[in-house]
């Protein structure tokens, strides 16, 4: 499956969000919503098996979420991810770092 394409903005009076989201290839519209200057990270977990964080350390927490998954046998189905990370530009003019995982075999929608 081809890079994601992320379209970035902030919710409407919400300046200070950035919602990070992308057509999905199943039909879905996955958003994941940072706060400017918070520690956090959000995600969305598609129905298709992609995953991504949006904020604080997004690659190292997509790691850790898909591991533990993987621990408990929840993504045997979709043999393994191959993980990316990228950074967005904030609407406030700051970097964001968005990181997704893509399996390698997708769920049906
Ligand atoms: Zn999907
Ligand atoms: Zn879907």
């Known amino acids: 499956m081809a890079d994601l394409q992320f379209v ?3 919710p ?3 300046p200070d969000v950035v919602e990070v989201r992308y057509d999905c290839a ?3 519209k996955p958003r994941a919503r940072y706060r ?3 520690q956090e990270a ?3 977990h598609c129905c298709c098996g992609n995953v991504h964080f949006v904020g ?3 690659a190292q927490r997509l790691e850790a979420y898909l591991a533990e998954r993987r621990a408990k046998g929840e993504d045997a189905d979709v043999d393994g991810y191959t993980t990316h990370s990228s950074q967005v530009t904030a609407p406030w003019g ?3 770092t968005v990181a997704y995982g893509v399996p390698h075999t997708l ?3």
């Open 107 to 109: 769920r049906k929608h």
């Open 12 to 14: 409407a009076n919400q």
């Open 94 to 96: 700051e970097p964001v």
């Open 36 to 38: 400017r200057g918070a």
């Open 8 to 10: 970035v903005r902030s």
């Open 42 to 44: 959000s995600y969305e």
């Open 56 to 58: 604080a350390q997004a």
């Open 26 to 28: 199943c039909g879905c």
